[in-house]
């Protein structure tokens, strides 16, 4: 038997404390998303104005809401009603946006997964959400079938794109539906979504979004620091399955009448090219790709960058030296800006004109935000400790109330985990995850800083810090180094990369020991995974000890 969505919502008392203090997100009692990102654009002269570039192809906002209710229709001649929860597995395309606002209008919770993941993955999430209905792109099927043996629940599987001979096909879903469908009357705080975590720290939790959450990323992030017109074209490579993507490519366009661009996976000529060719006026990408967008030779001689009006970086920190290379080489600002698939998306972000390179930035209009003690008491500026945030939107666990205690923590704050110093001016800079502090010696020890010091070498393409077990220390610092191409490991070099750290931090921080690798291991959403690298460690130490 399914669990309903009652029992899989965590306690009202763990719920995080809401903050309303912008009018726009004081939504009404009955909300749908759906209404609110999509039919209030499609009616009338507004109808023909573009929503989805895709490929060669271009979607008006009346074309889409045709096709929404559509499918809508299909779904629920297939039984699939509100409340239903659905998995959604397809790359950056058309038929997911579709998908997406077809379950919204009709109140059926949309579950989307990232395309990488694999058949025991799938088959957690899809236990996990009880989901009864999957819409998968054909590509991407073998991993979601193999994955049915252990979701009982997951009776059907709608096929897009390329379907075979006694497929639910999903185009045939649509065939001879009415194309119009009014939307659901779900409330404001109706379950929308359960986004599941990349699982960086561990096993995929889901995140819960109701529909008035969704729109309160837009109506304060979005709305204030991307100050988006319907003239926007928004990009960019993130996949629509993360929070981050769905916000950026899907949300926050549609909120504002604007148009979303989507293109396959991220190659840094590929970004610069759809960056040109369709006009691109605020791009999502992880800093990562910015950094391979700058060693495209020439790129700006080669790509018209002109439309772009704003640089969105997220996930991981945008380190100084990446922000002020990209201004100085496009002109354009990149924004930096923290969000978590708890928190649906960007809540502390650097604004336009008052950028600090190497800082997050700001609370974003809406949110409260505070570095706090082990205790939850306010630590003055300069020093560091834990994040804590209040806003519109929040973590509520998807059937894990004892991790939701640990995240909303103090009274109603959302702790995330990360380590972070506010400076006398009010912005917020990063420093670590509390778990990526290495304690050595009794020293503590943020690993990313030694990274960045490490990253600024010239020998140096990337590197990761994580803590070794040591005997005499407890805990050393180790780091693994990608040397840039043409470079060659030596002793040498590792012995002039750990003088390069004690010149530049406290000598107590310098790698004790050095690892030179291929590269460095990253989940699909381009985040380090020092998790795995702490493993390594765990198990060799192990090993060594037996
Ligand atoms: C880290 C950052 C420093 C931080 C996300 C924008 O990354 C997103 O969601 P995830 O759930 O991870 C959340 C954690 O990632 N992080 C994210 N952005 C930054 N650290 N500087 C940053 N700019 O540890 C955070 O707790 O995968 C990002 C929008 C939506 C998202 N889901």
New binding site residues.
Partial sequence: MTATIAECLPPRALWPERVYTLPEVRYPARLNVARELLDRHAEGDRGGRPAIFSQDQVLTYGELARRVNRLAHGLRAAGITRGDRLLLRTPNCPEFIITWLACQKLGVVTVATMPMLRARELAYIAADAGATAAVVWGGLREELEKARAQAPDLKQLIVAGEARAGDLAWAGLLEGQPERLEAEETGADEVAMV?Y??G?TGVPKGCVHLHRDILASADSYARYVLTPSEEDRFGGHPTLA???GT??LLVFPFRFGAATVLMGPFEPERMLETIARHRISVVFCAPTSYRLMLRVPELERRYDLGSLRLAV??????PAATYTEWAERTGVECL???????????FISSVKGRVRPGA?GVPVTGYDCRVVDEAGNELPAGQAGLLAIKGPTGCKYWRKPDRQAEYVRFGGWNV???VYVRDADGYFW?QC?SDDMIVSGGYKIPGPEVEHVLDEHEAVAESAVVAAPDETRGYVVKAYVVLKPGVAPSEELAAELQEHVKRELAPYKYPRRIEFVERLPR?E?G?LRRVELRQREQEAARKAGA
Wanted: negative net charge; hydrophobic residues 30%.
């Fill in positions: 986004a975590t990349s960086s993360f929070t981050f916000g950026g970086s997220a996930a991981e920190p945008l930096d800006g923290i969000g978590s698939t708890e928190m649906f998306h960007i997050t995330t985990g990360d990063y995850r989940t959403t985040k």
